[in-house]
């Protein structure tokens, strides 16, 4: 791949364009009235493509609430924008959610335009078009859907990023690829191994590329997530609990890295899994990989209260007053979509996951 590439998500309203090249932010002036909204950790590294007045937007966890919400949308407000003003967002997937959902609200409706600058923004959460916002001690528990009109990613905010940073945007791009096909995992395999890990330069644009046509896929399929597109929460569920469990001292992407190993052990403990097959293997090794090139995660693993993880699990918006909803591997290794009843039995599997993973910090280093 040389200079820019595009690909086109289709919606139930529009269409919108997907561009991945770098150093293209900046060339291609927004309109005259656009608001930027931007991660103050970007605005520091990257001031030179970012317009001189803009919202800066502090992208911590603690941020990321209805509180910041209104801040923003009193922000814009005072920067005079009006329901024609252009929003463009500047940041990773914590400046995405509150941009996504103030513009969403604003005046019933903004157009925003999304800039990722974090590997994991980059290969998955920048389509699709959802926005999770949390509220007092549930995570992403409130959120909407309202896709952008464009996004455009430039590979050179990677340079800045930290190997955790990339590891965590590897992580959900081999969710992404495995819940697909076996093809498509064996393509990203292919991207990510034979040289520098994590890969750079236009490997690193046709990695973005091949993470990004491969979800589009599920999104366009199912938009408003009913069925196959609930495939890519593989991971997520163990995860954010993990997060909590945590106090988030395990960040986002490593926590559903994590979250796979825990779905693979759960898988077995509750017989969908047999153990050994050759495509969860390949999925898990690949996963250990990238969470041994990260050193914290073995200490924030020590630090995990397994109670704690589980008491976060326990609220977890999928799940129903009957069961617990979970995507595990069945037996052909393929993922699926399975209702666990709220048994004390169950209960003890789920437990004994999170003490599994506590264990894995001697594994994991």
Same mark, same amino acid.
């Given at each position: 791949?040389?200079?820019?590439?595009?690909?086109?998500?289709?919606?139930?309203?529009?269409?919108?364009?997907?561009?991945?090249?770098?150093?293209?932010?900046?060339?291609?002036?927004?309109?005259?009235?656009?608001?930027?909204?931007?991660?103050?950790?970007?605005?520091?590294?990257?001031?030179?493509?970012?317009?001189?007045?803009?919202?800066?937007?502090?992208?911590?966890?603690?941020?990321?609430?209805?509180?910041?919400?209104?801040?923003?949308?009193?922000?814009?407000?005072?920067?005079?924008?009006?329901?024609?003003?252009?929003?463009?967002?500047?940041?990773?997937?914590?400046?995405?959610?509150?941009?996504?959902?103030?513009?969403?609200?604003?005046?019933?409706?903004?157009?925003?335009?999304?800039?990722?600058?974090?590997?994991?923004?980059?290969?998955?959460?920048?389509?699709?078009?959802?926005?999770?916002?949390?509220?007092?001690?549930?995570?992403?528990?409130?959120?909407?859907?309202?896709?952008?009109?464009?996004?455009?990613?430039?590979?050179?905010?990677?340079?800045?990023?930290?190997?955790?940073?990339?590891?965590?945007?590897?992580?959900?791009?081999?969710?992404?690829?495995?819940?697909?096909?076996?093809?498509?995992?064996?393509?990203?395999?292919?991207?990510?191994?034979?040289?520098?890990?994590?890969? /750079?330069?236009?490997?690193? =644009?046709?990695?973005?590329?091949?993470? !990004?046509?491969? #979800? *589009?896929?599920?999104? @366009?399929?199912?938009?408003?997530?009913?069925?196959?597109?609930?495939?890519?929460?593989?991971?997520?569920?163990?995860?954010?609990?993990?997060?909590?469990?945590?106090?988030?001292?395990?960040?986002?992407?490593?926590?559903?890295?994590?979250?796979?190993?825990?779905?693979?052990?759960?898988?077995?403990?509750?017989?969908?899994?047999?153990?050994?097959?050759?495509?969860?293997?390949?999925?898990?090794?690949?996963?250990?990989?990238?969470?041994?090139?990260?050193?914290?995660?073995?200490?924030?693993? /020590?630090?995990?209260?397994? =109670?704690?993880?589980?008491?976060?699990? !326990?609220?977890? #918006? *999928?799940?129903?007053? @009957?069961?617990?909803?979970?995507?595990?591997?069945?037996?052909?290794?393929?993922?699926?979509?399975?209702?666990?009843?709220?048994?004390?039995?169950?209960?003890?599997?789920?437990?004994?996951?999170?003490?599994?993973?506590?264990?894995?910090?001697?594994?994991?280093?």
């Amino acid at each position: 791949m040389s200079g820019s590439s595009e690909l086109f998500i289709k919606t139930s309203g529009r269409a919108y364009r997907v561009t991945i090249g770098t150093e293209i932010v900046g060339k291609r002036p927004p309109r005259d009235d656009a608001v930027w909204i931007v991660d103050a950790n970007v605005s520091r590294l990257h001031g030179d493509v970012i317009p001189s007045a803009f919202i800066l937007q502090e992208a911590v966890e603690s941020a990321k609430n209805l509180e910041s919400v209104a801040h923003l949308v009193e922000q814009l407000r005072d920067h005079g924008s009006t329901r024609q003003t252009q929003v463009v967002a500047v940041g990773g997937g914590i400046v995405q959610d509150l941009a996504t959902f103030s513009a969403s609200c604003y005046m019933r409706g903004i157009p925003w335009t999304y800039c990722p600058t974090t590997m994991l923004s980059m290969v998955d959460s920048c389509i699709g078009g959802k926005s999770s916002i949390n509220v007092g001690r549930y995570k992403n528990i409130a959120g909407n859907f309202y896709p952008p009109e464009e996004v455009v990613i430039d590979t050179r905010f990677c340079n800045t990023l930290t190997d955790e940073q990339m590891a965590e945007g590897l992580c959900e791009a081999a969710k992404i690829c495995y819940a697909d096909s076996d093809d498509a995992f064996n393509t990203y395999l292919a991207l990510t191994e034979g040289g520098p890990v994590p890969p /750079r330069d236009d490997r690193l =644009a046709r990695l973005i590329q091949h993470s !990004l046509r491969t #979800k *589009k896929r599920f999104i @366009e399929e199912d938009e408003f997530d009913q069925g196959i597109r609930l495939l890519l929460n593989f991971g997520h569920t163990f995860g954010h609990a993990i997060e909590g469990g945590t106090s988030y001292a395990i960040s986002h992407g490593i926590a559903v890295g994590l979250g796979m190993l825990a779905a693979e052990y759960c898988s077995v403990r509750l017989g969908y899994l047999e153990a050994g097959l050759t495509n969860v293997a390949s999925l898990i090794a690949h996963v250990r990989c990238l969470l041994s090139s990260v050193p914290t995660v073995a200490y924030s693993l /020590r630090r995990l209260n397994p =109670a704690d993880a589980m008491e976060c699990f !326990l609220s977890d #918006k *999928k799940h129903s007053v @009957e069961s617990f909803t979970l995507i595990l591997f069945n037996r052909q290794g393929r993922l699926q979509r399975f209702k666990v009843p709220r048994s004390d039995a169950i209960r003890a599997e789920l437990l004994s996951t999170f003490q599994y993973l506590k264990e894995q910090s001697n594994e994991i280093q």
